[in-house]
C-alpha cells in the first residue's frame, strides 16, 4: 500500500518527499481539534459583541464571520512558514509549486479551493432534500472520493493544491 512510506517527487528543480494520505488525513482531524478552540473563541466574541440571544439571531453574519476567522488563521499560518500547529506536528509544509513559500494571494486562493472538500456535497445534499444518515453517508462518500483523487494525480497533491498551484511537501527529518 501506498501509505507506509513517504514518496519522492519533483517539482522544479529541487526533489521533495510527498507526505502520506495517511499523515495528511491525521494533521487534519488534529487541526480540527485546534479550530474548535479557535472557533469557540471566535463565536463567543461574536455573540458577546452583538448581544446575540439565540443561534438564528444575525446567523450569516456569525457564519461569515467565522469562514473570515478560519481564513485568516489558515492564511497567516501558511505566509508565516508554511505550517499550522498540526501540520509542524504531522512534519507537512505548504509551499508553491516551485518549492518557494507561498505568498498570500495563493494562500487564499488555497484556503477558497479547499472548501471543494465539502461544498459539493452540501450543495447536492441540500438540492435531493436529504436528511439524517443519508446526509452523512453523502459527505462521507464526497469526502473519500475527493482524498482519493490524490492517488491518481502524477504528483500526488490533493485537487485543490494543484488548482491553487500549491503543494504539501514532508519536513520528515529535519
Known sequence: MHDTHDTPT???????????LRRRLLSMVYESL????????AGYLFSALTQQ???????????T??????????VWFWTHGGQTLAMKTWKIRLV?????????????????????WVLPAMALDWALGLTG????????????????AMRVMPDHQFVHDRLAGTRLVSVLGK
Open 10 to 20: 519533483t517539482a522544479g528543480p529541487q526533489s521533495y518527499a510527498v507526505p502520506t
Open 34 to 41: 485546534l479550530l474548535f478552540g479557535v472557533l469557540f473563541l
Open 53 to 63: 440571544r439565540s443561534g438564528l439571531m444575525y446567523r450569516h453574519a456569525m457564519q
Open 65 to 74: 464571520w467565522l469562514f473570515l476567522v478560519l481564513g485568516a488563521y489558515f
Open 96 to 116: 508553491d509549486a516551485h518549492g518557494l513559500p507561498v505568498r498570500p494571494g495563493r494562500a487564499v486562493l488555497r484556503y477558497a479551493l479547499a472548501w471543494l
Open 133 to 148: 444518515w443519508n446526509s452523512v453517508a453523502l459527505l462521507a462518500g464526497w469526502l473519500v472520493v475527493w482524498a482519493l
